[in-house]
């Protein structure tokens, strides 16, 4: 590569990085620790649930500099996506880039109070549909080559054409992982109509069984294994088919998404094998 290709590449950077920074903030939290966030259109800030997991209100420094207070609209720990509403200015729709490929190139975008934040990044890893910890459904497993800085952590991932692959967040062993632009577009929709991601809710308090299975130890009047024929005393074992080997199986797959679905268990009762339809509810908010 040539020095003159070096310097196209790096004003293409540039101008990339300043074009997206226009919808880039800082955030900060009760703490004082500071993250990044970015307009997902007017009105609305998406930036990352954990870090400011607690707070109610924060500072948010917008593109101009101008420092103003955001109140949290709305959470969902499973995808690790926090909304925010302020006022912001008018901003469209952001246009998603498609998923990427390993080998491709990406710009994180961040912001501090002083200063923007840019950082090159090769996406190493692509792949499918998972499960986080907390029980979301995170539409690909996405990594990028680059350790996060803490002030960039929710800040936008761009493609080179500057659409929207989606927040950087710290994962497992140091990684960075990408939430998807489609992963956050869900989030966004149902925190900004409820304020919360309703997850799903049988009603069943289940102990864990030595032979694996998890067994019903109480049943909630009225809920969703009440009326799905459940009993205090039954042993689940399958989950449409599946097998149950722990109380955390049954809770992962009452994530976002599953209420008003009808999941088929499989119950030991008695020594007798049968098996349940029952229609997953949602779980009160306390």
């Keep these: 590569m040539s020095v003159a290709d070096l ?6 950077l540039a101008t990339l990085t300043a074009d997206v920074a226009r919808r880039v903030v800082a955030v900060r939290d009760g703490d004082g620790r500071t993250l990044s ?27 101009d500099g ?3 207070l955001a109140r949290i609209a709305g959470r969902d720990p499973t995808t690790d996506v926090a909304l925010l509403r302020l006022e912001t200015g008018a901003f469209s729709d952001w ?4 998923l990427p490929v390993p080998g491709s190139l990406s710009v994180l975008v961040g912001r501090t109070e002083a200063s923007v934040l840019s950082s090159l990044a090769v996406v190493s890893e692509v792949g499918p549909a998972w499960r986080s910890m907390r029980g979301g459904e995170i539409d690909a497993l996405v990594t990028l080559g680059l350790r996060l800085p803490s002030r960039a952590e929710g800040g936008p991932v761009v493609a080179p054409d500057g ?3 989606g927040m950087a967040v710290s994962g497992p062993r140091r990684r960075t992982l990408l939430i998807p632009a489609s992963t956050i577009g869900r989030a966004v929709t149902t925190l900004a109509e409820k304020g919360y991601v309703p997850r799903g809710w049988l ?14 130890i109480g049943l909630e009047p009225d809920s969703p294994a009440a009326e799905g024929g459940f009993l ?27 209420v008003g679905t009808t999941a088929r268990l499989g119950v030991l009762r008695g020594g007798n094998a ?9 779980r009160p908010r306390r």
């Design 274 to 282: 049968l098996e349940l339809d029952v229609t997953i509810g949602e």
């Design 66 to 68: 101008t420092g103003v």
């Design 95 to 98: 246009m998603a880039a498609p």
């Design 163 to 165: 659409g929207l692959l």
């Design 7 to 12: 310097a196209a590449l790096s004003d293409a």
């Design 203 to 216: 009603g069943l308090s289940l102990h864990p069984v030595g032979q694996g299975g998890a067994i019903v």
């Design 232 to 258: 205090v005393g039954d042993i689940v074992t399958t989950w449409e088919g599946n097998t149950v080997r722990s109380v955390a199986d049954v809770a992962l797959r009452l994530g976002a998404g599953t």
């Design 37 to 63: 966030g970015f307009v997902w259109r007017t009105g609305l800030v998406v930036t990352a649930h954990e870090v400011l997991e607690g707070d109610e209100e924060v500072d948010v420094v917008l593109p």
